[in-house]
């Protein structure tokens, strides 16, 4: 009902004002989000609008509600500080906007080191090797998500995503 934040998105890589790209198809963001949604996981909502400003036309554009910390406590609950959102930037670093990169390092590592058994990938999962919740340890991954979100990715084609073709 109500949103501390909403971005104004355009289009810009893949996009016929970016160098004359003739891959921008327009629905590929919003459909993907729309993807998520299907699956059941969080996801930001949007909608397409034509953008006027003073009367001059700037083109269409969408909405799309901010992805950070406010935004995951009002639909998964718990508090801001429960959150870690990470961001990159145009130079392809990542950086925290909301807490901290503690536990994107965490699983980074774990993944880097490499899951040899299964007890080791139950571990960032928050699990023990039988498969059962252990409270001390903390939930890294959840797979079904990265599941239904690659899903979205291949499905969409979507080359600007985290598996970017121009980024190897």
Partial sequence: DTFKNIDLRTSQNYSWSFGGDS????IRDLFSRELQ?????????????????????????????RPEADFAKSYL??????????????????????????????LYNA??????????????????SNGTPNPTYTKLLDPVNVADYMISIYYS????????????
């Fill in 77 to 106: 609950g718990g508090q801001d500080d429960d959150y870690d959102v990470i961001k990159v930037t145009g130079g392809y670093v990542m950086f925290p906007t909301d807490g901290t990169m503690d536990a994107f390092a965490q």
């Fill in 157 to 168: 084609g979507d080359l600007d995503a985290s598996l970017s073709n121009f980024l190897g």
């Fill in 23 to 26: 891959q921008n198809i327009m």
């Fill in 37 to 65: 949604e299907a699956t059941g996981e969080p996801y930001t909502r949007s909608q397409f609008v034509h953008l006027y400003i003073d009367g001059q036309y700037w083109g269409l554009y969408m909405t799309e509600e």
């Fill in 111 to 128: 993944a880097v080191t490499g899951f040899s058994n299964t007890t080791d990938y139950y571990r960032v999962m928050g699990l023990t």
